[in-house]
């Protein structure tokens, strides 16, 4: 297999983030020849059309968008705010949607959220497929990740929960194949 390298984006910006535990655990299951880096969200400004007409695309939005084009694959881990996505990672892939060159055309996405509800981030992700599929990124459909009750689940930033950690092993081999499916 070829090298494959992944952009992993979480959801929150929160220090015991359970979405941030999610993409740690991600980076030690990495199938071999994966690598997977974690994108920092905190400085992006609030999109604005006038900051982008005036002053061009901030430089933390400029980064980002690089990232994502450079990656091989992008991983997001998603919270889940009132039925919905965060707003810092819906702000997150506004500015990487814009003009040039929008980062998540044909880039191949898996996602997976925890959350401290029993639906585990199902009315997120719903939310998140539609608004990437939108975007043309090329999802992983199977396995889908829902860490319910996730305050169970993370001990000191560490998810513990074996069923997860076999599902998310799952998921990060499944976008491999997919990867290089589409490569080929
Ligand atoms: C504004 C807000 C809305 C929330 N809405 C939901 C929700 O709709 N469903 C749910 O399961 N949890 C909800 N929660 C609880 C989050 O799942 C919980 O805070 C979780 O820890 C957030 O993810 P994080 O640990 O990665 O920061 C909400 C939390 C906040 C702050």
Redesign the pocket.
Known sequence: MQPISVLGI?????K??????LLRAAQSLAPAGMTISIADISKLPFYDGDIEATTGIPAAAEELRARIRAADAVLI?T??????V?AVLKNAIDWASRPPHQAFAAKPVAMMG????????V??QGHLRDILTNLDARMVSAPQVFV?A??TK?EDGVLKDQPSLDFIRTLLETLAAWVEKLRA
């Open positions: 979480s959801g929150s910006l929160r015991g983030s359970f979405n941030s535990a881990a919270p889940e705010y009132n039925a919905s965060s925890a959350s401290g509800g029993s639906l585990g981030t009315r997120a319910a996730a305050h993370v």
